[in-house]
Nanobody, 123 residues
Framework: VHLVESGGGLVQPGGSLRLSCAAS????????MGWYRQAPGKERELVAR??????????DSVKGRFTISSISRDNAKNMVYLQMNGLNPEDTAVYYC???????????????WGQGTQVTVSS
C-alpha cells in the first residue's frame, strides 16, 4: 500500500492550503483516514481524522480555523483531503497521511503512512 501526499508548500500567515493523499496498491478496504503532522523537535500529532462513516475529529489547535468539513474523503478514489484555512507559523510541519488498511478478508487493519509533505507558514 502506498500513500502519496501532495499540496504542501509555502504560504503566508492567514493563508490556505489543500492537502491531498492518494492510496494505491493491493488492499481490500480502508477504514479511518487522517492527517498528522510533525514539527522539528516535536512528536507527531493528530491534526484531523475521518472515519469510514465520515465522522470527523480535529486537534484542539486547529478548531476554530478548520471547519467540520475540512477533512474529507473520496472512497471511490481512495483519497483523503485536508483544507487548511487561517494558517499560522505554528502550523509549520511535515504533514503525513495515514490510513487504516485491510489487505484481505479476515485480516486486521494496520496503519499505513505516506512520506509526508512540507507545509511552511511564513511571511
Amino acid at each position: 500500500v502506498h500513500l502519496v501526499e501532495s499540496g504542501g508548500g509555502l504560504v503566508q500567515p492567514g493563508g490556505s492550503l489543500r492537502l491531498s493523499c492518494a492510496a494505491s496498491g493491493s488492499f481490500l478496504s480502508i477504514n479511518g483516514m487522517g492527517w498528522y503532522r510533525q514539527a522539528p523537535g516535536k512528536e507527531r500529532e493528530l491534526v484531523a481524522r475521518i472515519t469510514s462513516t465520515d465522522s470527523t475529529n480535529y486537534a484542539d489547535s486547529v478548531k476554530g480555523r478548520f471547519t467540520i468539513s475540512s477533512i474529507s474523503r473520496d472512497n471511490a478514489k481512495n483519497m483523503v483531503y485536508l483544507q487548511m484555512n487561517g494558517l499560522n507559523p505554528e502550523d509549520t510541519a511535515v504533514y503525513y497521511c495515514n490510513a487504516e488498511v485491510r489487505l484481505f478478508y479476515g485480516g486486521n487493519y494496520y496503519p499505513a503512512w505516506g512520506q509526508g509533505t512540507q507545509v511552511t507558514v511564513s511571511s
